[in-house]
Every structure is written in C-alpha cells, then in structure tokens.
C-alpha cells in the first residue's frame, strides 16, 4: 500500500489534487480512497488531505499516520508545522519551491528523495495572478514525474471528472508543465 498526504491551505485544490489522483489511480487499476482533514474551514486556512493506494481492497480507515509521499503545496506551512514530521525513512517529499534556491538541506535527513517544483510561479504563468496559487494540477504532475505508480496520462483522463471543459486545456497544461518542470535535491 502506498499512502500520502497532502498539506495545503484552503483554495490551493489539496482535497481536490486528492480526488482526481485517487480516480487516476482506479482508472489504472489500483484500489483507491481519499479524504480531507480540515481546520477552520476558509480560504487560507491549512488543509491536509489523505490518499491510499492498493492492488487490493483497503481496509483501513483512519487517517495516514506514517506517509510513503507528502506533498507540500504551500512552503511557508512549514512555519505552523513541520509537514515531514511523521514521513517514512525511506519517504519522498515534494514541495512546491521556487527555482533557482535550495531547499534547507536538513529537510533531507528526514527521507529518501527530496523533489521540487516551483508550482506558485507555472500556476500564475497558467491561470494567472491570483492570492493564493491555485498550485494543485501543477503539482499532480509533477508527481507523476516522480512516481512510477501514477501515469500523467492517467490524471489526463481523470481531469474531465473534476473540471468544467473550459478549465480543462489549461489544467491539461499545467499538469504538463509540473511533470517537465520537476527537479530532484537529493
């Protein structure tokens, strides 16, 4: 079983990143379950969101205790609280970071493999300025670049589930733009 968990803020689509990469991974077969663990509920507010992948039925139902992935949409959440806290030794993390600067190097003592990609900057590039990024597509595909168990074409073909047809070229787009733009620190 592979389990992940996304942190986000309210508005960035962490719950939603959770759903199509849930439904990308059913439509490749696996067994899939997501769902979301909210604060307060509002634009801004930290958002976590959990997702299990299996070949077999999952039975368990409780919220991801010891992650395989985190994802972290939004770098500053680091100043609330320390998203690779409880990451398996042999984890990965991906963090939405700017190019060009190097993450802190104590981060890699935590895990495995250290990825980045600077999903704030190609979401304005796509969708334009907005408060906060809406960074999710972005970073579905770079994830994708990162695990073997989750095609792009797969979340490709999840989006029309999630998104109206005159988002979907965009978010196409973008879910390009994160799987060519996804750099490894380690």
């Known amino acids: 079983m592979k389990e992940i968990k996304?942190?986000?803020r309210g508005g960035q689509g962490a719950v939603m990143a959770s759903q199509i990469l849930a439904t990308a991974a059913f439509l490749q077969g696996y067994w899939a379950q997501t769902f979301p663990q909210y604060g307060a509920e509002r634009r801004g507010a930290p958002v976590i969101a959990y997702v299990r992948l299996d070949n077999e039925p999952i039975p368990?139902?409780?919220k991801v205790y010891s992650p395989d992935v985190v994802?972290?949409?939004d770098f500053n959440l680091f100043k609330m609280v320390n998203?690779?806290?409880?990451?398996?030794p042999d984890g990965m993390a991906l963090l939405n970071y700017p190019d060009g600067s190097e993450p802190p190097r104590n981060l890699l003592e935590k895990m495995g493999r250290l990825l980045t990609v600077d999903?704030?900057?190609?979401?304005h590039e796509i969708y334009g300025k907005t408060a906060i990024p809406i960074t999710n597509i972005v970073i579905l595909g770079a994830l994708c670049a990162a695990l073997p168990d989750i095609s792009l074409d797969s979340v490709l073909k999840a989006l029309p589930d999630f998104l109206p047809g005159d988002k979907?070229?965009?978010?196409?787009k973008a879910a390009q733009m994160g799987f060519e733009n996804?750099?490894?620190?380690?």
């Open 182 to 186: 996804l750099r490894e620190v380690s």
């Open 60 to 62: 368990i139902r409780s």
């Open 6 to 8: 996304i942190f986000g």
């Open 119 to 123: 999903a704030s900057i190609l979401a």
């Open 168 to 172: 979907l070229k965009m978010n196409r």
């Open 83 to 88: 998203p690779l806290a409880d990451i398996r």
């Open 71 to 73: 994802i972290v949409m």
